[in-house]
């Protein structure tokens, strides 16, 4: 089954060391997307990759970076994770404008603790 | 600007009782609407979508919702509860920016399910 896969399902990292979470689609989509949610709260939009184009949301913190090697791949990057950081990372994906679909897919997301 | 309202932040419901929950939602033009549903520790999974047509529209799971535009309402219903039901609702609304699609979250309702 076509699917969004996110690595790992549980990363424990500490405070001020550098953590990477990946995304990998076999949906093929255009359009690959990082949220962040926080407990009990909706997911808020960190970035989103439109092919090689990279979009930063404006309140996103400079500490979160992404790369997208290939249209399967994306990475998430929080150069000094603070206790603040620790929360769900989602990645979902869409297929552009274009397609006439808007529907976004999620993987199961990466629960970050930082000790 | 856009904008997503859940009012009801929890909801108890009795197995096999039938479900309502409330979506509002701000939008300039035809909205894109979408009703997702998160397990404890899980991704988001799409249960409907509404974009056009029909504006009582089936999804996966037996739910339903209908799109009330004079009300700017997308409630989402269930004739009857089960208590694999039980989990967290988003109601979102979906708006493009460039070829991509953004979505807006409301808050979420969290779903309690008594035997």
Redesign the interface.
Known sequence: DAM?I?NPRYQVTQFGKPVTLSCSQTLNH??MYWYQQKS????K?LF?Y?DKDF?NEADTPDNFQSRRPNTSFCFLDIRSPGLGDAA?Y?C?T?R???SGT????????T?LTVT | AQSVTQPDIHITVSEGASLELRCNYSYGATPYLFWYVQSPGQGLQLLLKYFSGDTLVQGIKGFEAEFKRSQSSFNLRKPSVHWSDAAEYFCAVGGFSGGYNKLIFGAGTRLAVHP
């Open positions: 969004v996110q255009n359009v009990s709260q909706a997911p939009l989103h439109y979009n769900m989602l979902a869409s552009d404008r274009a808007y529907e976004q897919y999620f993987g199961p997301g629960r």
